[in-house]
Nanobody, 121 residues
Framework: QVQLVESGGGLVQAGGSLRLSCVGS????????MGWFRQAPGKEREFVAH????????GYRDSVKGRFTISRDNAKNTVYLQMNSLKPEDTAVYYC??????????????WGQGTQVTVSS
């Protein structure tokens, strides 16, 4: 069993930055590929970024490339999502997930509770 806890969300003006954190516990975190997803009201959950267990490879959805950076510190059992140049359309609940590397949310086995990100215009 894996427990994931996100933090770092909040209200920010357009153009601002936030850094989300996701702390994992319950098994060997360093063996898990990790992903960040988001879900806006009335919309389906969508892929944002993912990172391999070693941190050696990352992937992003097109709309966040160049603005968001995913990283991890396995010594701290933590994965991060640095979000810069935020836009109102980035407003959503952000979730971290552990599981096979994919852009599809259905293949991830473990999820955090989510953290709200709100970007005002």
């Amino acid at each position: 069993q894996v427990q994931l806890v996100e933090s770092g969300g909040g209200l920010v003006q357009a153009g601002g930055s936030l850094r989300l954190s996701c702390v994992g516990s319950g098994r060997t975190f360093s063996r898990d590929d990790m992903g960040w997803f988001r879900q806006a009201p009335g919309k389906e959950r969508e892929f944002v970024a993912h990172i391999t267990a070693s941190g050696g490879s990352t992937g992003y959805r097109d709309s966040v490339k160049g603005r968001f950076t995913i990283s991890r510190d396995n010594a701290k059992n933590t994965v991060y999502l640095q979000m810069n140049s935020l836009k109102p359309e980035d407003t959503a609940v952000y979730y971290c997930a552990a599981g096979p590397l994919s852009i599809r949310s259905a293949v991830y086995n473990y999820w955090g509770q989510g953290t709200q990100v709100t970007v005002s215009s």
